[in-house]
């Protein structure tokens, strides 16, 4: 008798739904990893302004008076030709670039700076927007042909509001809205960490990212969650300040509007 019912409730067990406690865990984790891709991927922006072709330690030198123009608040220093050490907040002045207000530290080295390909990483240590932190690494190229670049990280972070944290790594592409860089990226690719509750797999399609906002404005996740089961994340902008957030799992679907713009 007893063997029968473990059968019984091991069938319906398989059987159960995405439940709303799920739905809500993979919107947060979705934010966070959100919001911390906008954060690096801002600092990953304005570093890239200096003439391709140009030696290292030139395009070194260009760059460090580019990021001192944008954020005065910033102590720069060049070491070894090829190499800036930036400590956000030491000076007075503004630390805000692309809606992020920046602090701790940024080390980026001009690896390779020639018209057919150009390599730079990037080395973060107590780097904050004021609403996640960060410590971690990342290398990125350039495609000039495609207009993208391509992103490899190795990241920890943590959301100050609540201490929520992640550990993981990624590989993505990205390229401008068809706005502008000014106004955010898309990006496909995918990402991998461990976040609450366990392992997270993350594939990203098509999914279009302004610099201010919480979450994507369009495009899709695919994720692969520690409870699981496989979730799929849709994204859609509904007004200037909201984005519908619509997560569809086995047998249940779920939708929520996040208010955006930096809230």
Known sequence: MHKYILIVAFFLSGCIGLTLDEAKQVLEETKLVSQTSALTSSSVEICTNFTIGDAVQQAAEELRDFIASQLPCAEITIQGGDTL?????VNAGDCTYNGHT??????ITIERNEQSAVQVSHTWEDFSNQVIELDGEATVTWDFSAKTRHVVHDNHWTR????RTGNGTGDRTQEALDAGILSGFSVNGERTWIGEGGEWNLYIDEVE???VDAVPQSGTYKLDAP???SVTVRFER???????VTIEGP???FDFNVTTLGG
């Open 85 to 89: 050490i930036i400590d956000y907040g």
């Open 102 to 107: 920046f602090s701790g530290s940024h080390t």
């Open 160 to 163: 100050l509001a609540d201490g």
């Open 209 to 211: 990212m302004r610099w």
């Open 227 to 229: 409870f699981d089961k």
């Open 238 to 244: 509904i007004s200037d300040t909201q984005i519908k």
């Open 251 to 253: 047998r249940n679907s």
